[in-house]
């Protein structure tokens, strides 16, 4: 306990520094065990927990004496643990004016200008002060009880942010487990430094998160938030530290106005910052990585601006680009054929070359090994480089930043950056020198998923949440059973492509395609047999359906890699791994997966940027040969563009030119364009679509003469607009939708031309007569109707009666006259199911004998109720008895 006599003689006294946190409270007990008939003056503490902590429940470990109550003439001995700076001392000040003072220093803070000069002085670059001590304890086998070793461990946990920080070392970690070999409590440790938020320090946090601005400062982003608070903050340290950690900061700078003091509080994670340094202007002082400080007479703008102004001065510029880049840059020009591409690439032994105008002195892109390969295996050598290049490129310049080239490389997804100076190619960067400089120098990396994404290029988040809040419990249930069946025969497995993009996209899930890294077969068959369901198989490919009793189902493959014999050739299949067969998929945002697997349910998984360009709503291929090895791909990016309001990306768009230009459909079944047309005509509105596949010039694809002018958009229109208004009708009947478009799209053609094109594409002899005769039938229909209008109910009737819902729609579409269109539209939804009620037995009953009278009978009576009389079965009977006598038919 604290003596209150006074005059107490001291030939030695231990001290540190003023707010003293746990590392100097450890500290000076440690330095208690080496200094036995020291004195301890407790410097105080602004926080809290601490405080109590150290009167209330472990004050009785020290020799504690208030300065009030000691003689200071005896001493002879200073001792300062965890600081040496003057301006960070209380109640001892006067003791270093003092001749034959000897002053020991036990730190591990940085020197600085304001140091103390001292007698004897122990300086490690530990993680915490109280390491440095436990280490000269265990040289001299001096052991501390278990109150002592929790007090010390806690010193060194709270310093060390429970061994996280950039700044814990080994020796650390060593005497931390010596003080819990010691009987250190982790319980008490726990405790005091895992600190639960409390509800007022919620406000505190939001209100700094809401003051939070960012500086840009010699290249690197610099938080800073200020904020005033009627009363003390408790704990503002961790609140600071709360903040890093969510925000994912490098660094931060915490003022709040606290009375008539402004408290500082700094945490940073990189090395060309040392907040310690910075804040020492300031009078504080601390590391590298933490550091705090005390203002008065300022106020909060004036402190932020002149920590602004200090940053300035203090910061190290990160300037890497130079020292990062290869030199001279190998490049070709944009018309080189590929063959010399290879070429270069080979001579040279690099993987990625530059492509520039050499006249225009102007940076084009690049191309990869990868891709020339493929197009030599594809034979075409004699393709200029500019067709299958990356122009997405980007470039930086000499003083470039380490975070601009990050950037760049990383989330830009470039392979290879120049520097480039006034025009002139100094030199390239290559995700490999971004790499190794990111190791060498031990940089913070921000978050987890930039940690995985840099080291295996590969990004994960776990969205179990949202899978529960959008899919319906049946479904989760499914695939959770699914994931559990996939542990009983060790298998990882995966829900993949279009399932995961529509879940983040906030549309209706439909198919469920799992992959399964092994013998997707032999899961089928297995989880089949467990739920009682039926599985078709296809060995070829390696794939299965499985069929439950009410009819869901859910395709199965093995993961899988494809390569091509030739352009539009079908792909030859052979087992992988789920990032290869997720790499043979058509775009990027049909990439992501989502593992079923217990332990790792709902982690989504995705290695090429697909969270990135669904946010970004773009259509991006995979590789650069996408479109030449599959181009009905070149369909499906411009209905998936359509369908969720995408962009197509500039790369990707003009691989799409340069894979029409070399003729890639030459060699593609005309039922595979069939198939895609079907589904982009099968959309809500495909009439974006339309437009994209004729800026593309795809119709040409279909037949060199085929010509979509403005009056073919004029009928596309009337049938967007006819089929909007048939669904609203809610008819529980079904029909090819994407056979009204086809027949607008044919409708300027000769019979010629459009028996060419079902010949082209393959079109089944039932669509080829839908799309030839019945058209043409429909088409002269039409021309009759609006000839003849006005007709009559039962005149229309027996025009139209005889063509299904498609050929009516179509009509409707077609029309030019819209008196007709409403006539037609009338007989769809107001008589074209009017049927006599009366049946052959009523005309035997009223003596008429079976035979074609029934057809004239029939046909009268359903005459009669198109003109609006015969409202009952027995007006029927009557007006059938009557007709038959007129016409001596009983």
């Known amino acids: ?68 109550a000691i003689d200071f003439s005896r001493t002879d001995t200073l001792v300062l643990v965890d ?39 122990v300086t490690r670059f530990y993680g915490a002060t109280t390491t440095i001590l436990c280490e000269i304890l265990q040289e001299k086998n001096i052991v501390p009880t278990p109150e002592e070793a929790t007090v010390m461990a806690l010193g060194i946990y709270e310093d060390t942010g429970v061994f996280t920080y950039s700044s814990t070392t080994q020796a650390d970690f060593v005497q931390a487990g010596y003080l819990l070999s010691c009987g250190a409590s982790l319980n008490t440790i726990v405790s005091l430094v895992v600190r639960e938020i409390k509800s007022e320090q919620v406000t505190w946090l939001n209100d700094l ?65 040392d907040v310690g340094r910075i804040l020492s202007v300031f009078g504080g002082g601390g590391h590298a990585y933490a550091a705090s400080a005390k203002v008065d007479d300022h106020t909060l703008p004036q402190v932020e601006l002149m920590l602004i102004d200090q940053l300035k001065k203090e910061t190290t510029q990160i300037q890497v680009a130079k020292s990062l880049m290869s030199s001279p840059a190998i490049t070709i020009e944009p018309g080189a054929f590929c063959e010399k591409a290879g070429s270069i690439m080979t001579r040279y032994n690099i993987n990625t070359l530059l492509v520039v105008n050499q006249e225009k002195k102007t940076y084009e892109g690049y191309i990869t090994r990868q891709v020339v390969e493929k197009i030599l295996f594809h034979k075409l050598k004699d ?31 470039q392979r290879i950056i120049p520097v480039i100076d006034n025009k002139e190619i100094k030199g390239v960067i290559t995700r490999t020198d971004l790499l190794n400089y990111l190791v060498a120098h031990d940089k913070a990396i921000k978050n987890t998923d930039q940690l995985l994404f840099k080291k295996q290029g590969t990004k994960k988040r776990q969205v179990h949440n949202i899978m529960e809040q959008r899919l319906d419990a049946a479904t ?143 259509i991006r291929t995979i590789h650069n040969l996408s479109f030449v090895e599959d181009p009905t791909r070149i369909f499906r990016a411009i209905k998936f563009a359509n369908r969720f309001g995408f962009k197509i990306g500039k790369v990707t768009s003009n691989l799409i030119k340069n894979a029409i230009k070399v003729d890639c459909f030459k060699n593609l079944s005309g039922l595979r364009v069939l198939s895609e047309l079907k589904q982009i005509f099968s959309e809500e509105n495909p009439i974006p679509a339309i437009h994209t596949m004729a800026s593309y010039g795809l119709e040409k694809v279909i037949h060199p003469q085929l010509d979509i002018n403005s009056y073919t958009y004029q009928m596309f229109e009337s049938a967007n607009k ?54 043409y039938k429909a ?106 006598r007129a016409n001596g038919l009983i």
């Not at 009366?838 to 009669?864: C, E, H, K």
């Open 476 to 618: 989760l249930d499914l695939l959770k059973s699914i994931g559990a069946a996939g542990d009983e025969l060790d298998l990882n497995l995966y829900v993949v492509g279009g399932f995961v993009r529509d879940l983040l996209l906030q549309r209706k899930v439909d198919d469920i395609d799992i992959v399964v890294e092994g013998d997707g077969i032999a899961f089928a068959r297995h989880f089949g047999k467990k739920m009682n369901c039926r599985v078709n198989t296809h060995k070829k490919f390696g794939t299965a359906v499985i069929i439950f009793p009410n009819n869901v189902k859910v395709d199965v493959a093995s993961a899988r890699l494809e390569y091509y014999d030739f352009p539009a050739a079908l792909p030859i299949v052979e087992k992988s791994s789920i990032k290869r067969d997720l790499a043979r998929r058509d775009f990027t945002i049909n990439t992501l997966a989502l593992s079923l697997n217990p332990k790792t349910f709902g982690t989504m998984i995705d290695y090429f940027g697909a969270s990135r360009d669904l946010k970004d709503k773009t």
């Open 722 to 775: 006819t089929l909007a208004w048939h669904d609203l009708l809610y008819v529980d009947e079904t029909y090819p939708r994407w056979s009204i478009y086809f027949m607008v799209l044919l409708n300027r053609c000769s019979f010629k031309e459009c028996e060419q094109i079902c010949q082209r594409l393959m079109v089944p002899p039932g669509e080829r007569q839908l799309l030839l005769e019945k058209r």
């Open 83 to 121: 600081t040496r700076q003057k301006n960070r001392l209380t109640g001892v000040k006067h003791l270093l004016e003092k001749k034959q003072l000897a002053v020991h220093v036990y730190d591990h803070h940085p020197p600085g200008p304001d140091d103390v000069t001292a007698t004897m002085e």
């Open 779 to 884: 088409e002269k229909q039409l021309n009759f109707i609006e000839s003849s209008h006005p007709l009559s109910r039962q005149q229309l009737y027996w025009a139209l009666i005889n063509f299904k819902t498609e050929f009516i729609l179509y009509m409707m579409a077609l029309a030019k006259n819209e008196a007709v269109r409403k006539a037609v539209s009338n007989f769809y939804t107001d008589y074209r199911h009017v049927k006599p009620l009366i049946r052959g037995r009523d005309l035997i009953r009223i003596g008429v004998a079976p035979g074609p009278s029934f057809t004239r009978i029939f046909n009268a009576v359903l005459n009669a109720k198109l003109n609006g009389g015969l409202a009952t079965r027995k007006k029927e009977i009557a007006f059938a008895m009557e007709y038959a």
């Open 383 to 413: 393709r200029p480089v500019e067709e299958y290049m990356n122009s997405e490129a980007t470039s930086v310049t000499s003083d470039a930043d380490i975070l601009e080239i990050e950037y760049k490389i990383i989330e830009e997804k």
């Open 1 to 68: 306990m604290p003596s209150k006599k006074k005059g107490i003689c001291a030939k030695t006294i231990i001290t540190s520094h003023v707010n003293a946190d746990y590392d100097a409270i450890a500290a000076m007990l440690a330095a208690q065990k080496l200094y036995e008939d020291a004195l301890i003056i407790f410097p105080g503490s602004q926080e809290k927990n601490l405080r109590n902590f150290f009167i209330n429940s472990m004050g009785y470990l020290f020799n504690m004496a208030d300065p009030a």
């Open 209 to 273: 998160l809401n003051e939070m601005t960012v500086h840009r400062i010699n290249g690197i982003d610099v938080h800073i938030s200020a904020i005033s608070s009627p009363s003390y903050i408790t704990d503002l340290a961790s609140i600071v530290q709360k903040i890093m950690r969510m925000e994912n900061l490098d660094i931060y700078f915490g003022i709040v106005l606290m009375g008539n003091k402004i408290h500082i509080i700094a945490r940073n994670r990189i090395p060309e910052v």
